[in-house]
C-alpha cells in the first residue's frame, strides 16, 4: 500500500474504526455472535441488521470522530462516551440510557482493585462503551457473549450482563478482603501485640470508595427506573429492579465489611493505646523508685562543707544503707496509696 498516496489515506481512513476494541453483532436466534474487524465499513457498522456491542478505547483520539457517524445520538450521549469524569451517571432520554459506570481495571495477566470507568451508550439498536484502561467486568461479559450469544436478544440484556458482572466482582473482592481481615484478627487478638495498622489502611481505602460509588450507582439506577415510560428504553424498569435488588445485597455486605474494618481498626489503637500505657506506667514506677536515691546521691555530691561522713574513714556503707531506706520507702508509699 502506497502510505504517501493522500486519496488512499483517506480511503483507510474512513473505513477503519477507530480505537477499536472490538465489535460483535448479535442476531436473534444466533449461537455465535459476528465479530467484526477493524476494516469494516462504518456504513455496514451501524446497519440495522441484528444490534451491535461496540467497544472502544478513548486512547485514540480519533473515536470523537467515529461516534459523530453513529445513528441516533444526540450531543449528550456523544460526550457521555467521550469524557474522563471519574464518577458514576445515568440519563434516561429519549428512549437511550447514557452514562459512566463503575468497574475494575485489570492487567494482561492479573486482575486489579484499582477502580476504572466505563461510558456507554444505550439504544434499542446498538450499545457503545467506551473505557481508558482494560476492566474486568468488560471482558467476562464479553467471554459469556461468545459462548452463549442466543440468550442475548438485545442491547439491553448485555447492559445487564456488565452490571451482573460488576456485583459479582464486588462480591469476590468482598470475599478477598475477608480473607485479609481474618489474617489482621488473628495478629491482634494473639497475646503479643503487633501494629496491623499499615496492612489494614488499604483494605480501609478500598471498602470505602466501593461503598461510595456503590451507594451512587443504587441512586442513580433507582431515580432511572423512577423516569417516564416514554422515555426510557423499553424493558428498563424490570432490568433496573433486577440490578437494584442484586447491588443492594453486596452493599450491605460492603457496609458490613466496612464496620468490621473500622472496628478492627479501633480494636488495633485500643491495644496499642493500651501497651503505651503500660510502658508509660512501668517508666513512672521507675521514676518513683529512682527519685530518692537521685535526691541522696545528689546530696552528698553538693560541692559544701561539714558534709556527714565527710571526715575520718567509712562512710561509703552508711550511704548505701540510706539508698535501700529511700527506696524501701518510696515502695511502702506507693503501695500504701495503691499505684502498686
Known amino acids: 500500500m502506497d502510505t504517501n498516496n493522500p486519496a488512499m489515506n483517506t480511503i483507510t481512513s474512513a473505513t477503519t474504526i477507530p480505537g477499536l476494541v472490538w465489535a460483535y453483532r448479535l442476531r436473534p436466534g444466533a449461537s455465535k455472535p459476528e465479530r467484526l474487524s477493524e476494516d469494516t465499513e ?12 461496540l467497544h472502544l478505547s478513548l486512547v485514540d483520539a480519533r473515536v470523537p470522530a467515529l461516534l459523530e457517524d453513529a445513528p441516533g445520538l444526540n450531543e449528550a450521549a456523544r460526550m457521555a462516551l467521550t469524557t474522563h469524569e471519574t464518577h458514576a451517571t445515568l440519563t434516561v432520554d429519549e428512549q437511550m440510557l447514557y452514562g459512566t459506570l463503575v468497574d475494575f481495571q485489570r492487567e494482561f495477566d492479573q486482575d486489579t482493585r484499582d477502580i476504572g470507568w466505563l461510558h456507554f451508550v444505550l439504544t434499542d439498536r446498538m450499545l457503545i462503551t467506551t473505557r481508558l484502561q482494560p476492566l474486568r467486568s468488560v471482558e467476562r461479559a464479553r467471554m459469556l457473549i461468545e459462548k452463549n450469544a442466543a440468550k442475548f436478544t438485545g442491547p439491553l440484556d448485555i447492559f445487564e450482563l456488565l452490571v451482573i458482572e460488576f456485583q459479582r466482582s464486588l462480591i469476590s473482592l468482598v ?9 489482621i484478627e488473628d495478629f491482634v487478638y494473639e497475646n503479643a501485640p503487633r501494629d496491623e495498622r499499615r496492612r489494614l489502611a488499604p483494605i480501609r481505602r478500598t471498602i470505602v470508595r466501593l461503598h461510595r460509588h456503590l451507594r451512587t450507582v443504587l441512586s442513580l439506577m433507582r431515580r432511572a427506573a423512577a423516569s417516564d415510560d416514554e422515555e426510557m428504553p423499553l424493558g428498563f424498569e424490570d432490568v433496573a429492579g433486577r440490578l437494584t435488588g442484586r447491588l443492594e445485597a453486596v452493599d450491605h455486605d460492603v457496609y458490613a465489611l466496612q464496620e468490621r474494618a473500622r472496628l478492627l481498626h479501633e480494636e488495633i489503637d485500643s491495644k496499642l493505646s493500651s501497651e503505651i500505657n503500660r510502658h508509660l506506667y512501668i517508666l513512672s514506677i521507675m521514676t518513683a523508685f529512682l527519685l ?8 552528698f555530691g553538693m560541692n559544701t562543707s561539714n558534709l556527714p561522713f565527710s571526715t575520718g574513714g567509712g562512710g561509703t556503707e552508711y550511704a548505701v544503707g540510706l539508698i535501700i531506706a529511700s527506696m524501701v520507702l518510696s515502695w511502702w508509699l506507693l503501695k500504701r496509696v495503691n499505684i502498686l
Do not use: I, K, Q, Y
Open 42 to 53: 462504518r456504513a455496514a457498522l451501524f446497519a440495522e441488521d441484528g444490534f451491535l456491542w
Open 175 to 183: 470475599m478477598e478482603m475477608t480473607e485479609e481481615l481474618n489474617l
Open 292 to 299: 530518692p536515691p537521685t535526691l541522696v546521691t545528689g546530696f
